[in-house]
């Protein structure tokens, strides 16, 4: 699998990154197991979790997993702290709660580092310069390489990144950003990616199926084993299961029947390889789904192709995103 440079850093990553968001939850430990084996062994080196999933499970899944199965070195292993289940706080960045987190996900992953780390959310109640002193700690102390932000909004992923670069005696610098982007959600094209470019930030996808939608299985109803089915996430599908939504899959399914490839083929390729895009994180239930993913790695959609998905999924950016000319 190719290997792409994660913003302006050393560090490369494999250009499709493996989600572990059900590990633990609706994929059992031989699955994941199969899942990784089948990742490491297509060329993927990114692998991408949260102390949140599963309530830690997921984490523990994986350091179950590392050395004997797949060597450690050869993994990108990237986590995210900060969510927190408190309904009357979402999200804690402060510096106590983001280290103890970190300590604690090294501990469930067996392992003395990450190689990237994400403050998972924005968190409002915390002052960004506390967050980002914890960024700055845990490079220094080596728990981890690299340092990201994970569903900021463009003005807060700007004002991290300048207050880092502003900061006297600041090392660290933002690697990397993760948001949800795919044919069915590009808000992040507003301001994020552009900002995201401007800074040198890698932007790590997520949902890049459009949270399985984009894969066609909705077309004539929910199945009983998806995620639509499931009373846990059914609610984290309804969003694209749209009139909206529905004519965009039917582009992605004439294109692939054109091209004789699969509708994950193409959601997939045309993500990828947007300007600014390092590596989609696809989640899988099963390996087979995985491997429907990994086939991606050998195709390159067509321009004319490309321009037609970007036309049937184009949001609408109006003022004050067009020039002044255009309106």
């Given amino acids: 699998m190719e ?6 850093t050393g560090l490369r990553v494999s250009r ?6 059900g590990w633990a939850r609706d994929t059992r430990e031989r699955d994941a197991a199969d899942q990784l084996k089948a990742f490491w062994e297509a060329g993927g080196t990114l692998v991408d979790t949260a102390d949140v999933y599963a309530d830690g499970g997921a984490e523990y899944q994986l350091g179950r997993l590392l050395g004997g199965l797949v060597p450690r070195r050869d993994l990108v292993i990237a986590t995210k702290a900060g969510s ?3 309904p009357d706080r979402r999200f804690d960045a402060s510096r106590g709660h983001l280290l103890s987190a970190l300590d604690a996900s090294l501990e469930r992953l067996g392992t003395d580092h990450v190689d990237l780390w994400h403050v998972h959310a924005f968190d409002p109640t915390t002052p960004l310069d506390e967050t980002l002193q914890a960024l700055d700690i845990a490079v220094s102390t080596g728990r981890t390489r690299y340092v990201g932000v994970s569903d900021f909004c463009g003005w807060q992923l700007a004002k991290a990144a300048t207050w880092q670069l502003a900061a006297p005696g600041t090392r660290t610098r933002l690697a990397s950003t993760q948001l949800e982007y795919s044919l069915l959600q590009r808000g992040v094209e507003r301001e994020v990616l552009p900002a995201a470019l401007d800074l040198g930030i890698g932007l790590l996808p997520s949902s890049p199926l459009g949270r399985g939608v984009l894969t066609g299985k909705y077309r004539h109803g929910t199945p009983p084993d998806s995620r639509g089915a499931s009373p846990h996430l059914a609610p984290f599908v309804a969003p694209y299961l749209d009139d909206t939504a529905r004519s965009i899959v039917d582009a992605v399914t004439t294109a692939a029947d054109g091209l004789a490839v699969t509708p994950v083929q193409v959601a997939l390729a045309w993500l990828r390889d947007r300007p600014g895009v390092v590596a989609p994180i696809v989640g899988a239930r099963t390996a087979q789904q995985l491997d429907a993913a990994l086939s991606v790695e050998g195709l390159s959609l067509p321009q004319e192709i490309c321009q037609a998905l970007d036309d049937v999924s184009a949001p609408v950016h109006r003022y004050p995103d067009q020039d002044w000319s255009e309106l």
């Fill in 3 to 8: 290997q792409r440079h994660l913003g302006r």
């Fill in 16 to 21: 499709l990154g493996l989600g572990t968001l």
């Fill in 84 to 86: 927190v289940p408190d």
